[in-house]
């Protein structure tokens, strides 16, 4: 992301960087000099998984602080800061006065580190060191559970004994059941109304939906209706797994197909995104719920419908973007507040700078643990299911810097 310009001179930080200056060392390219004042690249930003946005301010001659409109840029990009220093990590020249470049065909979840080099037109080069990061999101992928295809058949489950009659023989209306199996509408109403349904569907909750659709089977004097499926639970228990993974994706028609954004440019929003310490070591970030209308449950409430995953650092270039510092969901409190707000623990400085990213339902079903996930032991396995579960998160993003 944005990083604080690093000034840089013949005796700077990138004096004795190897490869970095000096001449010959800029592809062959005439001579590094301290005549250009140059602060090097301002920001990198994802703008989708495989896209990031290079942006720098003009370089300038010493002494007349001319020459902004002749000068031309490399780019450098590598995975690492080092790298990012090296003549081999050279991706890119712009045409002149151009200060920004859009790097394409990026590999997803990755972070790239980025240099800029100013060149004058007597082909001399700035000395400049500074570096900063992009994190590409994981690349996009709906959920896996269509409705018509996956948990409708289920309905058709026979019962212990009775083959020819199924759950669809009852709930079907009209019926002996008042539950209506046979449409997304039916099931998402339960016995109640769309409106005010009273269903064993919690959106998001697969685990806890699966609870109530036992107990609610199970609850007299129902019980005797389905008095065979209980006693010869196979047939329920298949149903397990895709009624869990279905709800869990927030119980949608088809899978959601695009990622949540944060409408920052919303005027009503300014000032809604910030964090301070509470304490010691507690940090407390607040923003705007982000925007993913295709995944809004029937219910209309976003609890539970988006986490936010919160990314930090010391400073904008030593985010840790391999792991986020938070995951935050949005309760059935919060979801009625104009704002999300979280806290999470840091000790590591006095400073930092955050990065909030929604991300929407459609990875959930993969296993994941943020608090034993570790980057650097991950399984092979463990690093793909990082990747699927966080796919879908917004890309357009915003730093906030949090002083104790
Ligand atoms: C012989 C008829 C019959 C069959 C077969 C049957 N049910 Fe039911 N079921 C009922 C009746 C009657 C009720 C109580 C009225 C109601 O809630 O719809 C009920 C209630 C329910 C409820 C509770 C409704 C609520 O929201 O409180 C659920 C869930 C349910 N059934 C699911 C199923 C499933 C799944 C199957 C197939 C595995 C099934 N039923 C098979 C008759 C049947």
Known sequence: MALLPVACGPSGPSANTPGGIGAGANNGAGLGTSD?????????????????????????????????????????RALDAETAQLDSALVFTTEQGVTSFIDTGLPDN?????????????????????VASARTPAEYGPGLVAFDTQVLPLWSTPMPG??????????????????DLSTLEGVLAGVGTLQNPNSFVIPYQGEAS?????????????????LPYITDP?????MEEPIKA??????????DSAPPVFEFADEELAGTYFGSFVDFDTVSVTFPHAIDPESLPFNGSVAGQLEYAVYAGVDSNSIIWDKPTALITVDLNQAALPTVTGTFDWTLSDSLVVIVRPLDASGRGVPFDL???????????????????MRNQSSNE???????
Do not use: K
């Open 246 to 255: 279905w709800i869990a994706e927030g119980a949608l028609a088809t899978p």
């Open 371 to 389: 608090n034993t996930y570790d980057p650097e032991t991950a399984t092979a396995q463990e690093l793909e299911n990082f990747r699927l579960r």
């Open 110 to 130: 990755t972070t790239l580190f980025y240099r800029v080099v100013a060149l004058d037109t007597d082909e001399r080069f700035s000395l400049t060191a500074a």
């Open 36 to 76: 250009i004042l140059f602060s090097g690249v301002l920001g990198a930003d994802a703008i989708n998984p495989n896209e990031v946005t290079v942006t720098w301010a003009d370089a300038v001659l010493l002494p007349n602080l001319g020459g902004a409109i002749s000068m031309r840029y490399q780019v450098f």
């Open 398 to 404: 915003r730093e906030m810097a949090i002083i104790r």
């Open 234 to 238: 196979e047939g329920l228990a298949a």
């Open 162 to 179: 009775i083959p020819a009659t199924t759950c669809l023989s009852c709930h079907t209306l009209p019926g002996p059941g008042q539950l």
């Open 210 to 226: 699966w609870a109530e659709f036992l107990a609610r089977m199970s609850a007299l004097p129902t019980l005797f209706q389905h």
